[in-house]
């Protein structure tokens, strides 16, 4: 059974600083390329940053330079360190597991909130 467990998230004030975590289980870590998507109210899912086994990291034009991606194969953790966090950045943060073989399909978490207000 595949689970994806996040946690980190909670209230911080404009310019503050969060760390959420990803733990996986049930995959084999190092065949996925894993990320961290958001959502917030009334809007679509969208690509936060990911990673590649190889350290690559792909970050969304809103959140370079603030948030950084970083993986721990044998921890089978992925961790995204949010700083001078926006009010935009209020959202649910989901981690995600996307398989690089074929064929190609992905695992999230159940979510975690992060809530960015003065």
């Known amino acids: 059974q595949v689970q994806l467990v996040e946690s980190g998230g909670g209230l911080v004030q404009p310019g503050g600083s969060l760390r959420l975590s990803c733990v996986g289980s049930g995959i084999t870590f190092s065949d996925y390329v894993m990320g961290w998507y958001r959502q917030a109210p009334g809007k679509q899912r969208e690509l936060v940053a990911t990673?590649?086994?190889?350290?690559?990291?792909n970050y969304a034009t809103a959140v370079k330079g603030r948030f950084t991606i970083s993986r721990d194969n044998a921890k089978r953790m992925v961790n995204l360190q949010m700083n001078n966090l926006k009010l935009g950045d209020a959202a649910i943060y989901y981690c995600?597991?996307?398989?690089?073989?074929?064929?190609?399909?992905?695992?999230w978490g159940q979510g975690t909130q992060v809530t960015v207000s003065s």
């Open positions: 995600n597991a996307r398989y690089t073989g074929w064929p190609v399909y992905n695992y």
């Open positions: 990673i590649t086994d190889g350290g690559s990291t």
